[in-house]
């Protein structure tokens, strides 16, 4: 049966993802990492562990990672040098990163995958933005997350941005607007603007907005309820066994 670590077991998406796996007849729980220990449904005989350094090589098979931007990096080049298959849903590794983990993976023959969104509706949004952009290359995202989201602007949005940006096939048309006040045009991520909002209320939403002569259209998803993202992060574990490289995207393993 496939033992499975929980990184980041004590927040929003680590408490989800626990009643996850506990629920999974073949996979078991068998160890939790987090700064603090919190009422969680970790199972009784699961490893506690504090800090990266504690972390017994062997303790499971599946490092399931949903902590913060800034552990991240860490968590995964420790899971591939310690025999675990990485299953990543935390946000912040740049593409830099990601090639550079992807490297270390295939150094260790180690397979996992970093998936920025597990949700289905996003990974759909990603699919059609991907080929609306060959058609219309002018094109801008709208990102709004709720008010405890730690980074800005959210790993989906980045990676929209930046597939948008590599299937253009012909340029963006320059707009004259200059920002009156800064930050009003959003952020540039390969010439894509991305705008980020962050609201209570509000889960997990995108918006891709593409304008075209006397026509736009606008692709949207949204994830009202965490419980959106875990048929993904299912198949995932699921598949792990059988990931021989260290992929990105969900996509990649649908
Ligand atoms: N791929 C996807 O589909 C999705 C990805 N996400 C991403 O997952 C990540 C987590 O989101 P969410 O659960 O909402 O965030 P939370 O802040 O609720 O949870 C993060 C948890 O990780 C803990 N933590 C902090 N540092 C470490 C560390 N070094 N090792 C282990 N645990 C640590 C935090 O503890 P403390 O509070 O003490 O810092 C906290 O309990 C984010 O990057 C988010 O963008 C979210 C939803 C879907
Ligand atoms: O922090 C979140 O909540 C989410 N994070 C991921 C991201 O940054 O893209 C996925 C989803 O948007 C929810």
């Given at each position: 049966m496939p033992k499975v670590l929980i990184a980041g077991y004590t927040g929003a998406m680590g408490r989800y993802a626990t009643a996850l796996v506990n629920g999974?007849?073949?996979?078991?729980?068998?160890a939790g990492l987090a700064p603090y220990d919190a009422p969680t449904e970790l199972p009784a005989g699961a490893k506690r562990y504090y800090s990266l350094a504690e972390v017994e090589a062997g303790v499971a098979d599946i490092w399931l990672d949903f902590t913060v931007p800034g552990a991240v990096k860490e968590n995964v080049t420790y899971a591939l040098t310690h025999g675990f298959t990485p299953i990543v849903g935390t946000t912040g590794l740049s593409p830099a990163d990601v090639a550079e983990l992807q490297d270390l993976a295939k150094q260790n023959g180690q397979g996992g995958l970093i998936a920025p969104n597990f949700g289905m509706s996003a990974v759909l949004l990603m699919k059609f933005a991907k080929e609306a952009a060959t058609y219309f290359p002018d094109a801008e995202v709208i990102e709004m997350h709720h008010e405890d989201k730690k980074d800005a602007p959210s790993g989906t949005a980045l990676t929209t941005a930046q597939m948008i940006a590599a299937a253009r096939t012909s340029h963006p048309r320059p707009h004259s607007s200059q920002e009156s006040v800064p930050g009003a045009l959003g952020a540039q991520v390969d010439g894509v603007a991305v705008h980020a909002v962050r609201l209570p209320g509000y889960v997990a939403h995108e918006q891709v907005l593409f304008g075209g002569p006397g026509e736009a259209l606008t692709i949207r998803q949204d994830s009202f309820d965490r419980s959106s993202f875990m048929s993904g992060v299912k198949v995932a574990l699921e598949k792990a066994a059988d990931l021989n490289e260290l992929v990105f995207g969900l996509e990649t393993i649908l």
């Open positions: 999974m007849a073949d996979f078991e729980v068998t």
